[in-house]
């Protein structure tokens, strides 16, 4: 039996390890800019889709027809892409293929904020004050003040249809609002292809707490714990670790309980990941879920022992979960860090279009890697710049942070700059060394800024001899 794996990088290595362990065929597709991806090789078939870049791992058609012409009876999503259109996964259906994640009206109305708010609203579930879709012209720009005056600036202007920590704006002041308004409606129409946009009460300085989730066809909800992924620049994740580190088990289990009602509310199946925010005075608000698997699943999956990709695929194929929910336990304390190619110094300036003259990662006890570069990779400079996913796991948290301190000290990419000597001062500040941070934590920490990032002419020389040291390698190793 096949699967096709409907994705790129290091999630279609990810999703093709889980496929071959359950003893299936996997089939990879790329676009030719990809040629050069570790992806295309390990999968048991590749097929090219086209010169993209980006719009053929878009395409529902080229996608379904990959899978016909392979003979794949279904495929997986991964995250990004295709991951989260209910149109793909409606038409995988239509061609007899199993999609595998949730149905496609979940996966509707999960993707609109709007409409995942009313659901959970229904089901008593707490969250954030907020609108309706703003109505479009005067009308809208005059409800949103009103909304403003009633519960003070700053407010979050959001895209209904967003993802990715994109299509938000903290809004500060009237005129500002008015200005926004439709700059954030046009971008959001270019973005997700919906100029709908809705607001939110801002929470000042919250943690971003998640929950994931996993849902069977038979009816059974489990969750398997917290992340907290308030490491986040613009919106976006950098660091996550599982589980939270708020010192009140009562709350914490409250939030998964919340979770576990919040999927059942949504008729919710397979994978997926409640996000909350917290409050200084640790109050929690619903804010979205996610209809997929998440970049950071692998701090879950360290801390439970839960395989989460295979289950997805169980699950898809109506097998019921083989656990229960007093069956999962936490163990210990796990740090993902997101080794991008990008120049933190230099407001993370993407560093596509280099070659990785060294790649030399680490390894040992408690030490995970989810990646698809070597050396000799060029970067292509058309997707996102995720190299590769540490994931580090410890019994303490002290334990936890002393292995990712000395996995970034050991793991060496030269080429491209990285965000490894950024996550490196981070492991040795106080306050994330002490698990104490919220979302404003890198504004907060500028001198997590201050490295010595090897662009000097000792540094350039101990790249080169590294270079020539590690060329004999075999560049799929690892
Ligand atoms: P996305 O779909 O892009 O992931 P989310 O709604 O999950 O968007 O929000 C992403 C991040 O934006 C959150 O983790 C948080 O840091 C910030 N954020 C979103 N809504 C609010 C809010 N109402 N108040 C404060 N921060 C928010
Ligand atoms: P996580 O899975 O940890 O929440 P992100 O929110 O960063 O991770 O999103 C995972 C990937 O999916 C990223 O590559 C992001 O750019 C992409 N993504 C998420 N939501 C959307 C969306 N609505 N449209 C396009 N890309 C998205
Ligand atoms: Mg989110």
Redesign the pocket.
């Known amino acids: 039996m096949k699967i096709l794996v409907a994705n790129r990088g290091e999630i279609a290595i990810r999703l093709i390890r889980a496929i071959q362990e359950l003893g299936y065929e996997a089939v990879a597709v790329y676009e030719t800019p990809d040629e050069m991806s570790r992806h295309i090789r390990i999968a048991d078939e590749a097929i090219l889709l086209g010169d993209g870049p980006r719009c053929d791992y878009l395409n529902i058609e080229k996608m379904i027809r990959a899978a016909k012409k392979s003979d794949a009876c279904a495929i997986h999503p991964g995250y990004g892409f295709l991951a989260e259109n209910p149109f793909f996964a409606k038409a995988c259906v239509a061609a007899g293929i199993v999609f595998i994640g949730p149905t496609t009206e979940v996966i509707a109305n999960l993707g609109n904020?709007v409409i995942a708010r009313k659901i959970m609203a229904e089901a008593g579930i707490p969250m954030?004050p907020?609108t309706q879709n703003l109505k479009q012209g005067k009308e809208g720009i005059a409800d949103a003040l009103a909304f403003a005056a009633e519960y003070g600036y700053p407010i979050?202007l959001?895209a209904t249809s967003?993802?990715?920590?994109?299509?938000?704006r903290r809004i500060e002041t009237d005129a500002q609002m008015r200005e926004q308004i439709p700059v954030a409606r046009a971008e959001a129409l270019a973005a997700f292809n919906d100029d709908s946009v809705y607001l939110?009460?801002?929470?000042?300085n919250?943690k971003?707490v998640e929950v994931q989730i996993l849902a069977d066809s038979q009816g059974k909800t489990v969750h398997l714990g917290t992340r907290d992924?308030?490491i986040?620049r613009r919106?976006q994740?950098l660091i996550e670790i599982a589980p939270s580190m708020i010192k009140n088990q009562p709350l914490l289990d409250e939030i998964c309980q919340t979770a576990v009602r919040a999927a059942k509310a949504a008729n919710y199946l397979n994978a997926g990941t409640v996000?909350f925010?917290i409050d200084q005075e640790y109050k929690y608000?619903f804010?979205?879920i996610?209809t997929r698997v998440q970049v950071e699943h692998t701090v879950t999956e360290m801390i439970t022992g839960i395989d989460i990709v295979r289950n997805q695929i169980n699950i898809a194929f109506g097998k019921p979960l083989s656990f229960s929910q007093e069956d999962v336990q936490i163990r210990g304390h796990a740090i993902e860090v997101r080794i991008n190619a990008e120049d933190p110094k230099n407001d993370f300036m993407p560093e596509g279009g280099k070659k990785v003259s060294v790649y030399r990662s680490t390894g040992g006890f408690g030490v995970r890697l989810d990646g698809f570069v070597y050396q000799g990779y060029i970067i292509p400079e058309v997707y996102d710049s995720l190299l590769v996913k540490l994931t580090v796991h410890g019994f303490t948290w002290e334990e936890t942070v002393g292995r990712l301190r000395r996995c970034l000290k050991n793991f060496a990419i030269r080429g491209p700059k990285t965000t490894i000597p950024f996550y490196e001062n981070i492991a040795r500040e106080k306050d994330f060394v002490n698990g104490d941070f919220d979302?404003s934590y890198i504004e907060t920490h500028p001198h997590i800024f201050f490295y010595d990032d090897d662009s000097s002419e000792v540094g350039k020389l101990a790249g080169l001899i590294a270079e020539i040291h590690y060329a004999k390698e075999n560049p799929f190793a690892g």
């Open positions: 904020k954030v907020g979050m959001k967003g993802g990715g920590g994109r299509g938000i939110e009460k801002v929470i000042i919250p971003h992924c308030s986040q919106n994740k996000e925010l608000y804010m979205e996610n979302t």
